[in-house]
């Protein structure tokens, strides 16, 4: 197949995604709500989203998807779909719910048993996915953020919450948003857990939230790891593979013990909900330091050799984090924008643990038996280094362009100094129309591989209205790792995705 189909592939799909997608509403505001009083302090809001990608992938080497041997891979599936509603009828009580989907390709992400194919009576695991809570959570403000007597803000604030929740530490990017992200999706290891102690990046436990100063936000957690028991690993002979760390953490009862801390310099960002958002879309001035912790007692397991004895030895994983974030606009009427997010990890889950992931991975655990050279020591499909002991540094940038990049007849509010209102949309569809370039880089640095690892994404954010209504288009060169040749990467592997994005 000739390097240039996916690219037409890709182009083909963005125009047909425009026209389905259309144009988002100027008018969002606040968005669902429905105040329960005069003055809006009582209400429910709702938030509902769909992200859908288009894609074209160039797999593994040796790669199988649904049996048939598969060099390039192209493909449409749901990458979330979702719903969230919470509610504040008492100053003092929040309630939250989030359910939804993620993942569904058709090939996998359904429900087990999810549908029949075929006259054989097969069946596949494409269809039918099951829906989930992604966030349950009680919250009770003990210092709110606004006086309710005076209705005056508190320069100090206080927030307790219970429930399966999403607020993490190390970084800011631990609790990123998904409906704001710059690039097309977060690195996957900023949920260094994903799926493995936590419930799609949530936990069980209770947290604590507000600001000190009116400028250092907090959040820390204690929450009670879910249960994992991957089995650790032997040779094909059976022998126990020494200093070799799996998840595993049975036979403890331990708890998580997490927090962040981000000191904002310039405008505050809200925390009434754990999400942090990726870009602003040059309608905020936001300059934050961070640096947060995560420490997870008898996460890991690997044998050692104690005297003439084969044992288990357990590991308390710790997860160390500094990070900087800025979004500034620039450039008056013209509203242009520079988006800068860093964050350095240092992960220690015990010797020589490593994880990878594979986003809406479908190719087969299995080899194409025809196939004869070396393979990736990532697997198949489009997997990719995830996590590890070591260090991981990631940095992403991005540039709004001008506002007259795509019409001349885009309008500006002002204020009393002349300056223009940043996060006002005048009525005209080109006023919202807005290009965004971005880039990011991760260093992969982990004691299983031995040697670096680089990854590269490069793209552009089409905001029809804001990210309400948005079309992201993004080229990942991810590292090619082959086996047996002393854990060098050897170039990059292609992928190219299409994301179009609604949200309510």
């Known amino acids: 197949m000739k390097a240039h189909k996916p690219l037409k592939i890709i182009f083909f799909s963005m125009i047909l995604s425009q026209a389905a997608y259309g144009q988002g509403s100027e008018e969002y505001g606040s968005g669902l709500k429905i105040n329960i009083d005069q003055s809006g302090s009582k209400y429910v809001r709702f938030i509902i989203w769909n992200q859908i990608w288009t894609r074209a992938m160039e797999l593994n080497p040796g790669s199988m998807v649904n049996g048939q041997p598969t060099t390039w891979h192209y493909d449409l599936g749901i990458r979330r779909a979702r719903m969230l509603a919470y509610a504040q009828i008492n100053h003092r009580f929040l309630i939250l719910t989030h359910f939804g989907i993620n993942n569904q390709t058709f090939i996998n992400g359904g429900a087990p048993m999810g549908g029949m194919t075929g006259n054989g009576g097969t069946y596949t695991s494409g269809k039918k996915p099951g829906i989930f809570f992604h966030d349950v959570w009680n919250e009770y403000a003990v210092i709110p953020t606004e006086n309710p007597t005076t209705k005056k ?229 489009n997997t990719r280094p995830l996590v590890g002991t070591g260090q991981i540094w990631y940095t992403q940038v991005g540039y709004l362009l001008p506002k007259n990049i795509l019409s001349k007849k ?27 370039l971005f880039g990011a880089y991760t260093l992969h640095n982990l004691q299983r591989i031995g040697n670096p690892v680089h990854s590269i994404d490069l793209g552009l954010n089409y905001f029809i209205a804001g990210h309400h209504a948005k079309i992201t288009l993004q080229y990942s060169a991810r590292p090619h790792i082959p086996d047996g040749n002393g854990n060098r990467q050897e170039g990059f592997k292609s992928e190219f995705i299409l994301q179009t994005q609604v949200f309510l």
């Open 153 to 381: 803000a508190n320069k100090n604030s206080l927030y307790i919450g219970t429930g399966l929740h999403y607020w993490h530490g190390v970084s800011r990017m631990t609790s990123a948003s998904t409906l704001n992200f710059m690039a097309v999706d977060a690195p996957i290891f900023n949920w260094f857990t994903i799926e493995f102690a936590d419930q799609f990046a949530r936990y069980f436990g209770a947290y604590a939230k507000g600001k000190v100063f009116d400028r250092l936000d907090y959040r820390i957690h204690i929450s009670k790891p879910f249960a994992t028991t991957l089995e650790l690993p032997r040779a094909t002979n059976g022998t126990p593979i020494l200093d070799r760390a799996v998840e595993n953490n049975s036979g403890s009862n331990s708890w998580i013990k997490s927090g962040y801390l981000m000191w904002q310099f310039l405008d505050k960002e809200s925390n009434v909900l754990p999400f942090t958002v990726g870009t602003y879309v040059g309608t905020k001035k936001v300059f934050n330091v961070g640096a947060g912790f995560q420490t997870m007692p008898n996460a890991t397991k690997h044998y050692i050799l104690r005297g003439e004895d084969t044992v288990e030895q357990s590991n308390t994983a710790n997860v160390a984090g500094v990070d900087v974030f800025l979004d500034m606009p620039f450039g008056g009427a013209s509203n242009q924008a520079i988006t800068l997010y860093s964050v350095l990890y240092n992960h220690n889950w015990g010797p020589n643990y490593y994880r990878t992931v594979g986003i809406m991975n479908e190719a087969s655990v299995l080899k194409d038996p025809n196939y004869t050279g070396p393979v990736s020591i990532n697997g198949f499909g």
């Open 410 to 436: 885009q309008k500006h509010s002002f204020d009393s100094n002349g300056q223009p209102i940043l996060n006002h949309y005048p009525n005209t569809k080109a006023s919202v129309d807005r290009l965004q």
